[in-house]
């Protein structure tokens, strides 16, 4: 239902976008949001989108990270720009609520 993809390794202030492809039916009904998890912390809400574009950010990523969402592709980005260490993580999407499946995930590494 949902695959992540677009993490890598990059330095600290780079930038990355990820991607979540959706089925249609997801994508028009839920609230949509990408989560992460670092190592050995619990997954976090980083920012959500509504299907009429609202968008929420955790505070650590305001200013810095931009969720959008593309109705014509069913598909939900992250740019992640100013990246620093702690925003190394396992990124994840899914609804807000996250009442899907998990998906693999995509691993974002800031490191020097």
């Known amino acids: 239902q949902l695959a992540e993809s677009g993490g890598g390794l990059v330095q600290p202030g780079g930038s990355l976008r990820l991607s979540c492809a959706a089925s249609r039916t997801i994508f028009n009904i839920y609230k949509m949001a990408w989560y992460r998890q670092a190592p050995g912390k619990q997954r976090e809400l980083v920012a959500s989108i509504a299907p009429g574009s609202i968008t929420n950010y955790l505070d650590a990523v305001k200013g810095r990270f931009a969720i959008s969402r593309d109705n014509t592709k069913n598909t939900v980005y992250l740019q992640m720009n100013s990246l620093k260490p702690d925003d190394t993580a396992v990124y994840y999407c899914?609804?807000?609520?996250?009442?899907?499946?998990w998906g693999q995930g995509t691993p974002v590494t800031v490191s020097s």
């Open positions: 899914n609804a807000e609520p996250p009442n899907l499946n």
